[in-house]
């Protein structure tokens, strides 16, 4: 397993936490048929060196399936937990990004996960209505109280990220210290969800500058690249809108090819294609069952080339044999 750094504060006092870059998303733990299959599937996870988990406020049951499972194993001091809150639509529609409701949602977070801190937390969405120093403040006083030890952003552009560290630089408190966008080789055509962000090239050109960390959610794009899909099956129209387009299917195609070269399947190369950018990153996975965490593990192995990433980005035609 590969790791990354991730700074946060314990203590008031700077650290610095090793961070899995495969990282365990629980949103559809609810959905399998036990606690046990989920509890499964986490097990092998950390067998296999992985130590960190992603959930979120809003994820219906998955943060109190963690928690259980973290419970019963009694491994909460060797894993990270990266969870979310103030997202617009939980639990009812309405504006979140404030520090009542950022408070609510740490607190009930807390009890649900049955632990007393939570590693590394994020906004889930932005509200651009909202200022950004009450949000900073607000976290900080979280973070001064130990229940927080890292904060971030998800689905945040990333100039309201830098308004918000800057802020924060100005007044002496702690900024965040990872995003979490969505990357993946299929690039959408509309946003996945309402309020969410996909990487461009500014945003990279961002991340490479400030080598800025960031976790990817749905970093396989939802699989795309799994052989499921074809462009005249449209029965998931939803899914079809944010993914079909001549240049994913190309994209598909050049995977399927590097996949052949590399010995290893599209999907993982697609994986494989977020955890080779050129600043620190993570990816966020949702397997359903143990044989789809190790081909995750497989992928997040293989290396690719400067020539391969351009190969995959459409911008060169031609693709090493290495």
Not at 55 to 72: F, M, P, T
Not at 158 to 180: C, D, M, P, W
Not at 211 to 216: A, G, K, N, T, Y
């Amino acid at each position: 397993m590969n790791y990354l750094t991730i700074r946060g504060v314990i203590d008031h006092k700077s650290v610095e936490k090793k961070v899995s870059r495969l990282i365990m998303g629980t949103a559809g733990f609810f959905r399998l048929e036990s606690r046990e299959h989920a509890f499964s599937i986490m097990d092998e996870f950390v067998n296999v060196g992985g130590n960190t988990f992603d959930s979120a406020h809003q994820y219906i049951d998955s943060e109190v399936i963690l928690g259980e499972w973290l419970e019963q194993r009694n491994i909460r001091s060797q894993v990270h937990i990266i969870t979310k809150g103030a997202h617009p639509d939980d639990p009812e529609p309405g504006p979140r990004v404030k520090p009542k409701t950022i408070t609510k949602d740490i607190t009930e977070s807390l009890e649900r996960l049955r632990t007393d801190y939570i590693d590394f937390y994020a906004l889930h969405r932005d509200d651009e209505n909202v200022e950004v120093g009450p949000i900073i403040e607000v976290l900080n006083e979280h973070l001064a109280a130990g229940r927080l030890h890292a904060i971030g952003a998800s689905n945040w552009k990333h100039e309201r990220i830098q308004a918000a560290n800057e802020y924060a630089a100005k007044h002496g408190l702690v900024g965040f210290t990872f995003s979490s966008p969505n990357l993946s080789l299929a690039k959408c055509n509309v946003p996945r969800w309402p309020g969410c962000v996909s990487v461009n090239e500014e945003i990279s050109n961002w991340h490479v500058g400030n080598q800025f960390p960031l976790l990817s959610w749905s970093s396989q794009a939802g699989g795309f690249f799994s052989g499921r899909f074809s462009p005249d099956n449209r029965e998931d129209e939803e899914f079809a809108q944010v993914y079909y387009s001549d240049e994913n299917w190309e994209r598909y195609k050049r995977a399927q090819k590097l996949a052949e070269i590399k010995g290893a399947t599209a999907i993982e190369i697609a994986l494989a294609y977020v955890l080779n950018q050129p600043y620190p990153t993570g990816a966020i996975i949702g397997p359903e069952k143990v044989e789809e965490l190790r081909s995750s593990i497989k992928g997040s192995n293989i290396q690719l080339s400067a020539e391969d990433m351009n190969y995959l980005n459409i911008v060169e035609d031609t693709v090493s044999n290495k």
